[in-house]
Each structure stands twice: as C-alpha cells, then as structure tokens.
C-alpha cells in the first residue's frame, strides 16, 4: 500500500521531503507533481523502478526516458550541450519543456535510446519537485504519469493514491499542478524537432 504524503505547495516540510527522498534511496518508486502534470520517479541506478515504470505505463525499450534535474549544472553532466543548444535550453528552463539530449558516460546504458545513444532531461519549476531533488542531490529518473489507454495523465494526488496503491511506494501531493505534459524538443539533431506539443511554448523550436 503506498504512503501518502501531503506538503505545502509554497513551502514543502522539510521533514516530509526527507521521509520522501530516504524511500527513493531505499528503491522505492514515487508519484510525484511536477509543473506539467504528475509523474513516476526513482533514484537513478534503480533498475528494478526503471521496470515497474515500464510496467505501468507498458512502455517499449524506445521510451525515452527522463532524467529531471535540479538546475542546469546538474543537467550538464548527464547530457552533452553544445553552444546553440546551450541558449536554447538555457532561456527555456526551468520549465515545462523536455529535452533530448546526447547522453554522457554519467548515464546508465539502459535509459539510453537504444540506437541514439540520447535521454530525455528537464528542470521543473514547481518547488515541490525542487525540494526533493535539493535533497536527493541527483537527477530523478521520470516518466509522465500518463496511464495505458488514456488520453490524460492523472492529476490529483487522491486519485493516483487509489489506482496505483499496490503499483508505487508513496504519492506526494502539493495540492493543484499542471494538467498538461511537457513540450517534448529533440534538440539532438542538426535542427531542432517538436515531438510532442504540450504545456511549454513549441513556436520557439519551431
């Protein structure tokens, strides 16, 4: 039965984001808001969270999957960023954009697409995720909450706690989030390439 854990949206507790970050550490897998919607986390070694993703979601090994990071310092040493795209990232973060990246060694293989070599990074602006991520001190590995069949990702904390209580080891809940997924950008290529339009502007990679 998953844990449910209900912080301030302004100002989470502390205490309850380090009860939070010590199960993700423990390899437990967590539904967590974000600024465009909720998403599934785990620590970033956790293979076995990796797979219960995959299961939720039923994703194939083509999902790119997505390292959210704290700041842009800590983006930049899972994902190779060359000058234009340097910019480009830069005046997008943080926000509800993805982006797919040239993946560095800092990656474990099996996140990576399996013939480009590229993951997919963000840094939310939404402090609940930024507090745990100040606290877990790396990236969260993530996948939109979006379920099998449906059109919509789930969006209240309440509702995920019911339909995921034997699939996640807690919820996280802030109160209201975003409704929509990021704006996915394939910035590894020679041009920039919008592969899912969603809460970010897309008219700036476009």
Same mark, same amino acid.
């Given at each position: 039965? !998953?844990? $449910? $854990?209900?912080?301030?949206?302004?100002?989470?507790?502390?205490?309850? /984001?380090?009860?939070?970050?010590?199960?993700?550490?423990?390899?437990?897998? %967590?539904? $967590?808001?974000?600024?465009?919607?909720?998403?599934?986390?785990?620590?970033?070694?956790?293979?076995? #969270?990796?797979?219960? /993703?995959?299961? /939720?979601?039923?994703?194939?090994?083509?999902?790119?999957?997505?390292?959210?990071?704290?700041?842009? !310092?800590?983006?930049?040493?899972?994902?190779?960023?060359?000058?234009?795209?340097?910019?480009?990232?830069?005046? =997008?973060?943080?926000? @509800?954009?993805?982006? /797919?990246?040239?993946?560095?060694?800092?990656?474990?293989?099996?996140?990576?697409?399996?013939?480009?070599?590229?993951?997919?990074?963000? %840094?939310?602006?939404?402090? !609940?995720?930024?507090?745990?991520?100040?606290?877990? #001190? &790396?990236?969260?590995?993530? @996948?939109?909450?979006?379920?099998?069949?449906? &059109? &919509?990702?789930?969006?209240? #904390?309440?509702? %995920?706690?019911?339909?995921?209580?034997?699939?996640?080891?807690?919820?996280?809940? =802030?109160?209201?989030?975003?409704? &929509?997924?990021?704006?996915?950008?394939?910035? @590894?290529?020679?041009?920039?390439?919008?592969?899912?339009?969603?809460?970010?502007?897309? @008219?700036?990679?476009?």
């Amino acid at each position: 039965m !998953a844990r $449910y $854990y209900d912080v301030h949206p302004d100002d989470p507790q502390r205490r309850t /984001i380090r009860q939070v970050v010590d199960l993700v550490r423990d390899g437990g897998l %967590i539904a $967590y808001p974000t600024d465009s919607c909720f998403a599934l986390g785990c620590a970033l070694g956790n293979k076995e #969270g990796l797979d219960r /993703i995959r299961a /939720i979601r039923r994703l194939d090994d083509k999902h790119h999957f997505t390292l959210v990071c704290r700041d842009f !310092a800590q983006l930049g040493q899972f994902v190779h960023v060359g000058n234009a795209v340097f910019r480009a990232v830069k005046a =997008s973060t943080p926000g @509800s954009y993805t982006f /797919i990246l040239p993946a560095t060694k800092e990656v474990p293989r099996r996140l990576l697409h399996p013939k480009k070599k590229t993951v997919g990074v963000r %840094i939310p602006d939404h402090r !609940a995720t930024q507090a745990l991520l100040d606290e877990l #001190g &790396e990236p969260l590995l993530s @996948s939109t909450l979006l379920l099998p069949d449906e &059109e &919509e990702p789930l969006t209240q #904390g309440w509702d %995920i706690k019911e339909r995921l209580d034997h699939a996640v080891d807690a919820v996280l809940d =802030s109160g209201d989030c975003g409704v &929509e997924p990021t704006t996915v950008v394939d910035l @590894s290529g020679p041009e920039p390439e919008v592969v899912r339009k969603g809460a970010g502007d897309p @008219s700036r990679f476009e």
